[in-house]
């Protein structure tokens, strides 16, 4: 999947990557990884709710895929005030 994440110039463009991959969730929703890639994006920028809130998408749509399990249950532990895993299993 290509987006415009990086600028031919070099310039860092990630709004428009995560424009980018909003529209390819949009145009293909029974496949995780644009939602998974977007929540990506929005870790690295520090926005962990966005992150959060997208991750629980991605799980939503295949609680099989391994990174939308991992990422997903690493962000309600992580946000959640118990630590007991037994609670997510």
Do not use: C
Not at 26 to 43: G, I
Not at 46 to 54: F, H, L, T
């Amino acid at each position: 999947m290509r987006t415009r994440l990086n600028k031919p110039d070099g310039k860092d463009s990630v709004e428009e990557g995560q424009k980018d991959l909003k529209r390819a969730s949009e145009l293909s929703p029974a496949n995780v990884q644009p939602l998974v890639a977007l929540a990506d994006t929005y870790e690295r920028q520090g926005n962990e709710e966005k992150a959060r809130e997208i991750y629980g998408k991605a799980f939503g749509v295949d609680a099989t895929n391994p990174r939308a399990l991992s990422n997903h249950v690493y962000w309600e532990i992580y946000k959640s005030k118990s630590r007991n895993i037994i609670d997510y299993v």
